[in-house]
Every structure is written in structure tokens, then in C-alpha cells.
Nanobody, 121 residues
């Protein structure tokens, strides 16, 4: 499967962005999809994940109530709606696909190339 991230950019604090992850390969629809982010000099951090058929979702503590993950299997696309952005949200954001909804990187098999999000103060 291939994953292509898009939608990153430069935004002021308090603004919004929507990231997209377009997938290929029919098996991806049966996978959990996650978003992770990595800032310079830091480890890759869990942001959000969603089960197949959007049965349930999970969020990192730092983004709860601000970010929303969703998926449109008819379009083979996963979204991350990011509201009330803060400078500390600045990072490269990666989407990932794997068999289980987990908050660690180990279970995810396929990864996008990443999209840069920069939030100015």
C-alpha cells in the first residue's frame, strides 16, 4: 500500500488546517489509520488514530478537543482536522496504516512521506 500525505503549511496560532492522507490498495480499508508527528530533535509522537469503519478513535493528550481524525473509505482518504493550532504543534506530520489501533509506531506497517505544519506565534 502507498500513503500520500498533504495539506500542511504555515498558519498563525489559533488557526486551522486539514491534513489528508490518500491511500492505495484495497487492504488499507481494513487497517487502522494513524497520524504521528515529529518535531526537530524529538521522537515521533502519537497524534490520533481511527479504527476501520471509524468504529472508534483515540487522541494524544496534547491534541484532544482540538484535533479530529476521520476517514472516508469511499475516497480512500483519512483526514486530520486541526483547530486552535499552537506553535508547539509545529512538526512534520505522518499518516500510517496498520492492523491495530495503537498509540505507538511499532504496529504501523505503511507510512506516508510526511507533510510540514508550521504554526507561527
Amino acid at each position: 500500500a502507498q500513503l500520500v500525505d498533504s495539506g500542511g503549511g504555515l498558519v498563525q496560532a489559533g488557526g486551522s488546517l486539514r491534513l489528508s492522507c490518500t491511500t492505495s490498495g484495497p487492504t488499507v480499508r481494513t487497517y487502522a489509520m494513524g497520524w504521528f508527528r515529529q518535531a526537530p530533535g524529538k521522537e515521533r509522537e502519537f497524534v490520533a488514530a481511527i479504527e476501520p469503519s471509524a468504529a472508534s478513535a483515540d487522541y494524544g493528550d496534547s491534541v484532544k478537543d482540538r484535533f479530529t481524525i476521520s476517514r472516508d473509505d469511499a475516497k480512500d482518504t483519512v483526514y486530520l482536522q486541526m483547530n486552535s493550532l499552537k506553535p508547539e504543534d509545529t512538526a512534520v506530520y505522518y499518516c500510517a496504516a496498520g492492523p491495530f489501533l495503537v498509540t505507538t509506531t511499532k504496529s504501523y506497517i505503511y507510512w506516508g512521506q510526511g507533510t510540514q505544519v508550521t504554526v507561527s506565534s
